[in-house]
């Protein structure tokens, strides 16, 4: 063999060589993309059925609950207390009178099918859903009241504003007599959203209220919820606030300063009563509350002025206000707005709605129309933003825009309120029930139940209770004539 023979036969080796190597290494790639492949696999079968069990635990499955535990005994309990907590949501439903979302409820469970419990009680609820009616709508009545008189002694003192408070106010005593009169007689509080429907296209159209036999439904509003300045030291509450529970409660100011927390108006006087007689309330609908916004809402100093200070708006209240709260700088202004918006939205939360009462409580057809739109924008910025939108107007002075007879497209005030999203109209009325629809509205009358028409007209209000065993001693007599 010479040299280049054997050079030849290394090359051919060295080749060789190389080529297994390569062999290998594809063998091994091949193998690794084996083994990660079946990896994949595995992991995917084993994990993800966990992860779906962990989202389905939310709500528990009679299945589940039999597969996780050995023990029978623990695995019927726990089914049964779902069937109980199951129908005692359904029943809360059905006692505001809301029969179909309870059936639905029940049926939506995968329970239902197993549980004699559960189907017995949608039974019952369709036989009292058949039993119920629609209320006709031109019937259904509407009352309101201002801010209540928690400590007579303080409204009722001789002073200048004792008149005022005397015909327009109510106590907190003839309130709450006043609403157990009207629960036991069968009344029922409506939402006016659920008189009516607004359609996309802006037309109105009637709502349907359906009722059992003897309940008989009604619209509550109460106005001015500000906490004026001018009340201060007269026995009204001093704000509304959120409690460590998340319930909307009143704060009060003692004599010593100090500061009590309670039912000390008609919103948490209503949301302890709904707790306790869920059927006072149709579809957990509750009442709505008619703000101004020039002194804040709901007992906070939210309006603009108390963050601008502008001169020519500040009045003399506001002026002592910032007299008696030196500190009060633009980081206050917004704690106050964070904490109104807090209430509101709990309020919301509860079944209230909220309306405009016109930003600075004007009467529209004395201020004019231009007047008119600088109130809404005031309205639009300084109130909506706090308690959110609506397409509510609660005329103050029991004013209107019009009078009895439809809105039409010619009534500058209807055009402008209606393209700014207003779609109900409420003014102040003496009769029973006054609804009116027109094609893109809905409007309504109010009843004031206060000292002038308890004092007055007692016959008035028969239909909702008997004065004589509602009013108020502490008021003094006669009540002033307006
Ligand atoms: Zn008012």
């Not at 197993?114 to 019952?124: F, I, L, N, R």
């Not at 009516?196 to 009637?206: F, K, L, R, Y």
């Amino acid at each position: 063999m010479d040299e280049r023979e054997r050079a030849r036969r290394m090359q051919i080796r060295r080749a060789k060589r190389r080529r297994n190597v390569l062999i290998m290494k594809c063998i091994i790639s091949l193998l690794t993309l084996i083994v990660v492949f079946l990896a994949v696999i595995l992991i995917k079968d084993a994990v993800i059925p966990e992860l779906k069990n962990h989202k389905n635990n939310k709500k528990p499955e009679a299945q589940q609950t039999v597969q996780q535990n050995d023990d029978g005994t623990e695995t019927q309990t726990e089914a049964a207390d779902s069937v109980d907590d199951m129908i005692a949501q359904a029943d809360l439903l059905a006692a505001q009178y809301d029969y179909s979302g309870a059936i639905e409820l029940l049926k939506s469970s995968s329970l239902y099918t197993g549980s004699q419990k559960m189907q017995d009680a949608a039974a019952g609820y369709e036989t009292t859903r058949q039993s119920c009616t629609a209320y006709p709508l031109d019937q259904v009545t509407h009352v309101f009241f201002h801010t209540m008189i928690k400590d007579d002694a303080k409204a009722f003192d001789g002073d200048s504003k004792e008149a005022g408070y005397n015909q327009v106010m109510t106590t907190m005593s003839e309130f709450t007599k006043i609403m157990e009169s009207m629960y036991e007689k069968g009344y029922v509080m409506v939402s006016l959203h659920d008189m009516c429907i607004v359609n996309q296209d802006g037309t109105v159209s009637q709502g349907e209220i359906l009722l059992p036999p003897g309940k008989i439904p009604f619209v509550l509003s109460q106005d001015d919820v500000s906490y004026y300045h001018y009340m201060d030291g007269d026995g009204f509450a001093q704000k509304l606030i959120v409690d460590e529970n998340g319930d909307v409660k009143n704060t009060y100011v003692e004599d010593d300063g100090s500061i009590s927390v309670g039912d000390y108006d008609m919103v948490p006087w209503i949301d302890t009563f709904v707790k306790q007689h869920p059927d006072f309330s149709y579809h957990g609908h509750k009442g709505i509350i008619a703000l101004t916004g020039y002194e804040g809402v709901l007992g906070y100093r939210t309006d603009e002025v108390y963050r601008t200070r502008e001169a020519g708006r500040v009045t003399e209240y506001q002026q002592k206000f910032f007299d008696e709260h030196p500190d009060f700088d633009e980081a206050a202004w917004q704690n106050e707005v964070d904490q109104a918006t807090a209430v509101a939205n709990a309020m919301k939360a509860e079944g209230w709605e909220f309306a405009s009462h016109t930003w600075g409580h004007i009467d529209p057809r004395k201020v004019g129309i231009d007047g008119v739109m600088k109130d809404t924008q005031r309205w639009l910025d300084n109130v909506a933003t706090v308690v959110g939108s609506t397409d509510v107007i609660i005329f103050a002075f029991g004013a209107d825009i019009g009078d009895w007879q439809p809105y039409t497209s010619d009534n500058p005030y209807f055009t402008y309120l209606k393209e700014k999203g207003f779609n109900i109209f409420c003014n102040v009325d003496s009769s029973k029930c006054w609804v009116q629809f027109g094609s893109n509205y809905m409007r309504q009358g109010r009843r004031n139940l206060d000292g002038y028409r308890m004092y007055y007209n007692p016959e008035l209000v028969s239909d909702l209770f008997d004065v004589s065993s509602v009013w108020d001693n502490a008021r003094p007599t006669p009540v002033p004539q307006m």
